[in-house]
């Protein structure tokens, strides 16, 4: 069964404080991974996807890494604006659809 | 540029009660998802449409059913109401089957 844990489920930082999440996943074979930003009572937006082990994507202060067994959102300098739910998802090979396994998310709070 | 818009945004229904979730995008894509969204749990895919004409079954469909009316609308029908449905549901699109998508900001269901 495919699997995927984020943690922590909590992270509170100062603003200028760098920081990772985790996205740990078990799964029989990786089409991609996902990074999704999620703000209250708002729908996902896509931040990232990653393919294959070494992969790298940046995005301002965001940047995602892929290694076999996990992926990890790398925070730099955050600012309180980057506050929000972050939800990992992964997509298994030989789904051909957007049939994708998410995590439970990481909420990231910034203080000023 | 809508994206995805959902009707209703908030909707309190008995047990036993129907009702349909709408959904539609503006932006030509093809494939269209319900997930369903709860505390703990994640995002869980309940159905999916890879293309016009076409829908199947996600993780957990039981209770659902879907029309995808056109290419621009796929609908979530609850035929009676169970008060485990109580949940935030979400619809997405994506352009080619792939894990990018586009959700809305999510219709607040509650079964009492």
């Known amino acids: 069964e495919d699997q995927v844990t984020q943690s922590p489920e909590a992270l509170r930082l100062q603003e200028g404080e760098s920081s990772s999440l985790n996205c740990s996943y078990t799964?029989?074979?990786?089409?991609?991974l996902f990074w999704y930003r999620q703000d209250p009572g708002k729908g996902p937006e896509f931040l990232f996807t990653l393919y294959s082990a070494g992969e790298e994507k940046e995005k301002e202060r965001l940047k995602a890494t892929l290694t076999k067994k996990e992926s990890f959102l790398h925070i730099t300098a955050p600012k309180p604006e980057d506050s929000a739910t972050y939800l990992c998802a992964v997509q298994p090979s030989g789904t051909s659809y957007g049939k994708l396994t998410f995590g439970q998310g990481t909420i990231l709070t910034v203080h000023p | 540029n809508a994206g995805v818009t959902q009707t209703p945004k908030f909707q309190v229904l008995k047990t036993g009660q129907s009702m349909t979730l709408q959904c539609a995008q503006d932006m030509n894509h093809n494939s269209m998802y319900w997930y369903r969204q709860d505390p703990g749990m994640g995002l869980r895919l309940i159905y999916y449409s890879a293309s016009e004409g076409t829908t199947d079954k996600g993780e957990v469909p039981n209770g659902y059913n879907v029309s995808r009316l056109n290419k621009r609308e796929f609908s979530l029908r609850l035929e009676s109401a169970a008060p485990s449905q109580t949940s935030v549901y979400f619809c997405?699109?994506?352009?080619?089957?792939?894990?990018?998508?586009?959700f809305g900001e999510g219709s607040r269901l509650t079964v009492l």
């Open positions: 997405a699109s994506s352009i080619v089957q792939t894990g990018e998508l586009f």
């Open positions: 799964v029989s074979g990786l089409r991609g």
